[in-house]
C-alpha cells in the first residue's frame, strides 16, 4: 500500500553536516523535530555508497513511520523498496518511473516553470517540488529562482500537492505555504544546523501556524 503523505516539513539530504554532527544523527533529530518525509539525495558517492546509505536511512525510519524517497535513482529505490522517487525534468521519465515503481510507491516531480506545471497536471504523481523559488548556494544548476509570484501561479494551475524548495529557512518558510503550498522542501536550513532537532521544530510550528492561517 502506498504509504500516506504529509509534504508539510520535507528534509531532503546532503552529505555535509555542521561539524561534529553525523549524517544518521542529524535524519533522526531532524525526524524527532517534525519532519515528515526524507529524501536520499546524493550526487558525488558511488553506487555501492548510495545503497548503503539508503538502506541505513530506511532502517532508521522505518521507527517512525516517515517514508524514504530515493532523488534521481531508479535501481536504488527499487533495491532498498523506499517509498518512493523524486524525479526533475531531466531525470528518468515519469511513465518509465511509474511503469516499473508501481502504483503503490509515491513519485514526486520537479516544477520550474508554468509549462511543467501544465504537462505535470497529465501525470499520475504524488506531489511536485516547485524549484527554485529562491535562488540556493545548495544547488546552483537550477532554472532561474521563481520567487513567490512564479510559486503563487504554479499552485494556481497545478492539480498537484506541492513543495517548495530553494533557499528556504526560517524567514521565509511562512510565504511558501501563504503561496498555495502544502509544504516546504529544505537542505542546508536543516543538514547544515548545529541543532537538527531544534531546527526542524521551529520550521514545523512556522509550517503549522502558517497552514492555520490557509
Ligand atoms: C522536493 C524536491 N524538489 C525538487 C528537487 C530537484 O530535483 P532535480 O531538478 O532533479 O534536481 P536534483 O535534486 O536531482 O539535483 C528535489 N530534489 N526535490
Ligand atoms: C535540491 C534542490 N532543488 C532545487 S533547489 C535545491 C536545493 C535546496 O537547498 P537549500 O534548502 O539549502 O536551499
Ligand atoms: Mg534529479
Same mark, same amino acid.
Given at each position: 500500500? @502506498? @504509504?500516506?503523505?504529509?509534504? +508539510?516539513? %520535507?528534509? &531532503?539530504?546532503?552529505?555535509?553536516?555542521?561539524?561534529?554532527?553525523?549524517?544518521?544523527?542529524?535524519? !533522526? #533529530?531532524?525526524? @524527532?523535530?517534525?519532519?515528515?518525509? &526524507?529524501?536520499?539525495?546524493?550526487? #558525488?558517492?558511488?553506487?555501492?555508497?548510495? %545503497?548503503?546509505?539508503?538502506?541505513?536511512? @530506511?532502517?532508521?525510519?522505518?521507527? %517512525? #513511520?516517515?517514508?524514504?524517497?530515493?532523488? $534521481?535513482?531508479? #535501481?536504488?529505490?527499487?533495491?532498498?523498496?523506499? $517509498?518512493?522517487?523524486?524525479?526533475?525534468?531531466? =531525470?528518468?521519465?515519469? $511513465?518509465?518511473?511509474?511503469?516499473?515503481?508501481?502504483?503503490?510507491?509515491?513519485?514526486?516531480?520537479?516544477?520550474?516553470?508554468?509549462? =511543467?506545471?501544465?504537462?505535470?497536471?497529465?501525470? $499520475?504523481?504524488?506531489?511536485?517540488?516547485?524549484?527554485?523559488?529562491?535562488?540556493?548556494?545548495?544547488?546552483?544548476?537550477?532554472?532561474?529562482?521563481?520567487?513567490?509570484?512564479?510559486?503563487?501561479?504554479?499552485?494556481?494551475?497545478?492539480?498537484?500537492?506541492?513543495?517548495?524548495?530553494?533557499?528556504?529557512?526560517?524567514?521565509?518558510?511562512? +510565504?511558501? *505555504?501563504?503561496?498555495?503550498?502544502?509544504? *516546504? +522542501?529544505?537542505?542546508?536550513?536543516?543538514?547544515?544546523?548545529?541543532?537538527?532537532?531544534?531546527?526542524?521544530? !521551529?520550521?514545523?510550528?512556522?509550517?503549522?501556524?502558517?497552514?492555520?492561517?490557509?
Amino acid at each position: 500500500m @502506498k @504509504k500516506s503523505l504529509d509534504l +508539510s516539513l %520535507y528534509l &531532503v539530504t546532503d552529505p555535509q553536516v555542521a561539524e561534529g554532527n553525523s549524517f544518521l544523527e542529524v535524519i !533522526e #533529530d531532524a525526524v @524527532k523535530g517534525g519532519v515528515t518525509l &526524507v529524501q536520499l539525495r546524493e550526487k #558525488d558517492c558511488s553506487s555501492r555508497e548510495f %545503497y548503503d546509505k539508503a538502506l541505513a536511512i @530506511k532502517h532508521l525510519l522505518s521507527s %517512525y #513511520d516517515v517514508p524514504l524517497i530515493i532523488n $534521481d535513482r531508479l #535501481d536504488i529505490a527499487l533495491a532498498v523498496d523506499a $517509498d518512493g522517487l523524486h524525479i526533475g525534468q531531466e =531525470d528518468i521519465p515519469y $511513465d518509465v518511473a511509474r511503469k516499473i515503481l508501481g502504483p503503490d510507491k509515491i513519485i514526486g516531480l520537479s516544477v520550474e516553470n508554468k509549462t =511543467d506545471a501544465l504537462r505535470a497536471n497529465k501525470l $499520475d504523481i504524488d506531489y511536485i517540488g516547485i524549484s527554485p523559488v529562491f535562488s540556493t548556494p545548495t544547488k546552483i544548476d537550477t532554472a532561474p529562482a521563481l520567487g513567490l509570484e512564479g510559486s503563487r501561479l504554479i499552485n494556481s494551475i497545478s492539480k498537484h500537492p506541492s513543495v517548495g524548495i530553494g533557499g528556504i529557512h526560517l524567514q521565509n518558510a511562512a +510565504s511558501i *505555504i501563504a503561496s498555495g503550498s502544502d509544504g *516546504i +522542501s529544505v537542505v542546508s536550513a536543516i543538514m547544515m544546523a548545529k541543532d537538527p532537532f531544534r531546527a526542524a521544530q !521551529e520550521l514545523k510550528q512556522i509550517i503549522l501556524k502558517a497552514k492555520d492561517y490557509e
